[in-house]
């Protein structure tokens, strides 16, 4: 198994935060929501994230989805799973890991940090636990794969950082989106 290189600056020791990640259960659906929303709502006002007025305006947290997220995480298991960072019992990160057996990867997914917390190490925090429970897993996985628009520059540096490397443009292998040259996909392989 390789191992993960890890450089950290000073600067990166004082700012960063130490945090539990757990794999997330239905209590946690109503933060794990209004964390992505205000995600969201931060990267689309900034243009970090391309969205037209009408996803504005339909990106939105109501009971229904939070109920809808709860039955996801309550039905959660080793091939489809949500990790949360808690910080002093509030979820401060989250992403979500699939398996696809036809690629024999798990996929990472709706990777989230709130905003104000960025720089601080969650992601790094949470990338390595998913890692780590990806090689434990029971499926043999290959690696891990991830879908990112091409104009989201920040994200692809770190995943790159974390090892990653973009492998494909163009439609994703779940057929999200037929318009070539907007996804990217990234891998890294065990």
Not at 10 to 21: K, P, Y
Not at 127 to 134: C, D, K, S, V
Not at 163 to 179: A, Q, R
């Amino acid at each position: 198994m390789p191992r993960m290189e890890v450089r950290i600056t000073a600067a990166a020791l004082l700012n960063a935060m130490e945090v539990r990640i757990t794999v997330a259960g239905p209590q946690h659906a109503k933060d794990m929501e209004w964390l992505k929303f205000g995600n969201l709502m931060f990267r689309g006002v900034t243009g970090e994230l391309p969205m037209s007025d009408d996803e504005f305006e339909s990106t939105e947290v109501t009971e229904e989805s939070i109920a809808e997220l709860a039955v996801v995480l309550a039905a959660s298991n080793e091939s489809d799973y949500y990790l949360v960072a808690d910080y002093n019992e509030r979820i401060v990160g989250f992403c979500r890991m699939t398996w696809r057996p036809e690629s024999a990867q798990f996929q990472l997914r709706q990777f989230y940090v709130e905003i104000e917390l960025r720089g601080r190490g969650i992601c790094s925090q949470i990338i390595r636990i998913a890692l780590e429970r990806t090689r434990q897993s029971p499926f043999a996985a290959k690696g891990v794969f991830l879908i990112t628009g091409d104009y989201n520059t920040a994200a692809q540096a770190r995943y790159v950082h974390w090892g990653f490397k973009i492998v494909g443009t163009g439609k994703t292998p779940l057929g999200e989106s037929d318009t070539e040259g907007q996804w990217l996909r990234m891998d890294l392989d065990f």
